[in-house]
């Protein structure tokens, strides 16, 4: 039974910089999803565990707020 | 009397280039993206320029949109500061083809030493001492070298796609992830080098003219990093003797002959402490003022920024080795917007409240930002650098750390009080550091920085 998707935010203002997976790639725990950028830093969101890569909420280059959701993941 | 310089650059660095050019009564022009109309380096300089929208590409790091403020503004020279357009060969030769003067070496210098792999050979074949390491056939090369080894992107700065690999049967594995980082970037080739454990991390800088003087202004210890960026460094290094640094500044001048390099530039060396000549290998040289530069100008009592104008100007350098001084000591601190207690993570943000220690004969500070700015996601993290000269290391620190308790800011987070808990610290005290140092204690100097902001 599959368990309902959570929601990866990012921990930072920051631009995204590179999305590395797309809907329904399976990801390792630890694997990033994607990579955001602040202030000169790669900052990667990684999988929680490892999982499915439901949905990329956000695009390269956009600009994203503290806390707000880049990605859903299921497990 | 000469210029007008048009300073390719934001922030400290920007600010502290227009100090030198009006002492010298060198006109100087700001330039500024779309975010950073306002800011403090704009007002530095007696003029300033747009040079286009926020994100880096479009203004900061546009060849063609600083080439274009150069030519509106009447700049006769250009100084690239450090990091965006700095080291970019092909930013000289455009200022070149304008008519303008780059302040920094000739293009073939700066292409010479900008790859990890090349600048290694040619490093070899003007006699300086490389570590064991390898571009190609690597699993072989680790095999000959020997582990542990460090992996490196070829390509990458900053530390990207460095790993450490201790065993044989972890190098597969540890080349892949690599490799796939180091792609990422742009550029999947991959080196190795030996590691060396415990690693200290002194560098030499040089001035060139362009008449054939090569001289070394001393050495810097940049041993205190986190992410492999610096965050303290002093001048001299503890442990250095006249003997070792005057081989050390011969290397590094070696090196600045071979590759036709005029203009100030830092030969970057890894060291086991304790240091001995037989332990100091060459890593990289960087072809452009260096951030932590002010350390060597408090000691040596010289400008570099005034140097590197009059380099660029066709001077000859007017005083010999034997006449850079080396007085006391110095200790700066880079004050970032970042969260020692979040693994250093970066500060985005209004500044609402930010307040610097004062200035005095032996406390520098050169401030890039000030209350009311915004930090956005776009640029680094470096607000400033506080720098402290003293008669001894113990002075310098001390002082240093005085200072560094004076700061505050309010609206995003500053490392102020983790550096001066990291300042000290036994280990710094005593100097028993390592390039491991300040991520391997920074829950412990998180700790002790807010039982003394609590005090």
Redesign the interface.
């Known amino acids: 039974m599959a368990e309902s998707p959570i929601t990866i935010r990012a921990e930072i203002g920051a631009s995204v910089w590179k999305i590395l997976a797309t809907p329904g790639a399976a990801v390792g725990e630890e694997e990033p999803i994607l990579i955001l950028e602040s202030m000169k830093m790669e900052i990667p969101v990684v999988a929680p565990h490892d999982g499915v890569v439901v949905e990329i909420l956000v695009a390269e280059g956009q600009q994203v707020e503290e806390g707000q959701a880049v990605a859903t993941f299921r497990r | 009397m000469s210029g007008p310089v048009l300073i390719a650059n934001r922030g400290e660095i920007a600010a502290r280039i227009a100090r030198s050019c009006r002492r010298m009564g060198w006109p100087s022009i700001a330039v500024f993206s779309d975010a950073d109309a306002t800011a403090l380096h704009v007002g530095a300089a007696d003029r300033a320029e747009p040079v286009g929208a926020a994100?880096p590409r479009e203004s900061y790091l546009s060849i063609p949109a600083l080439i274009a403020a150069a030519e509106r503004s009447g700049a006769r020279y250009v100084h690239p500061g450090y990091g965006f357009l700095s080291e970019n060969a092909e930013f000289a030769e455009a200022c070149a083809r304008a008519g303008l003067i780059f302040v920094g070496p000739p293009p073939s210098a700066i292409r010479a030493m900008g790859g990890k792999a090349e600048a290694r050979r040619i490093a070899e074949a003007a006699g300086l001492p490389c570590l064991p390491g390898a571009d190609d056939a690597l699993e072989e090369a680790a095999a000959r070298i020997g582990f542990p080894v460090m992996v490196k992107a070829v390509g990458g700065g900053?530390g990207r796609g460095m790993r450490r690999v201790g065993r044989a049967e972890d190098l597969q594995g540890a080349l892949d992830a690599a490799r796939r980082e180091a792609a990422?970037f742009g550029d999947d080739r991959l080196m190795l080098e030996k590691l060396v454990e415990k690693a200290r991390h002194i560098e030499v800088q040089i001035l060139a003219d362009a008449h054939g003087n090569v001289l070394y202004l001393h050495e810097r210890d940049c041993t205190l990093q986190r992410?492999h960026q610096k965050l303290i460094e002093e001048c001299p290094a503890p442990g250095m003797d006249a003997a070792l640094r005057a081989e050390l500044g011969r290397r590094a001048c070696d090196l600045a002959r071979a590759v036709g390099y005029v203009g100030a530039g830092t030969v970057e060396f890894i060291a086991e402490a304790p240091l001995q000549a037989d332990r100091i290998w060459f890593m990289e040289m960087n072809t452009r003022l260096q951030v932590e530069h002010p350390v060597t100008e408090m000691v040596t009592g010289l400008d570099l920024v005034e140097w590197q104008l009059r380099i660029a100007a066709g001077e000859a350098l007017p005083f010999a080795q034997a006449d850079i001084t080396l007085d006391g000591h110095a200790v700066e601190a880079r004050i970032c917007?970042?969260d020692p207690a979040r693994q250093f993570?970066?500060?985005?943000?209004r500044i609402t409240a930010l307040r610097w220690p004062e200035a005095g004969p032996d406390l520098r500070v050169d401030a890039g930002f000030g209350t009311g700015d915004l930090?956005t996601?776009?640029?680094?993290?470096l607000l400033g650098k506080i720098i402290a000269h003293g008669a001894t290391r113990e002075v310098a620190l001390g002082r240093l750390a005085l200072a560094l308790d004076q700061c505050a800011a309010e609206g995003v987070r500053i490392n102020a009080a983790f550096l001066a808990a990291a300042l000290r610290s036994p280990e710094m005290r005593a100097a028993e550091i390592n390039t491991g140092f300040l991520e391997a204690a920074r829950k412990r100097l998180v700790e002790a920085s807010m039982k003394e902001q609590a005090a």
């Open positions: 994100p900053g990422i992410r917007a970042e993570l970066p500060s985005p943000g930090l996601p776009h640029y680094d993290s």
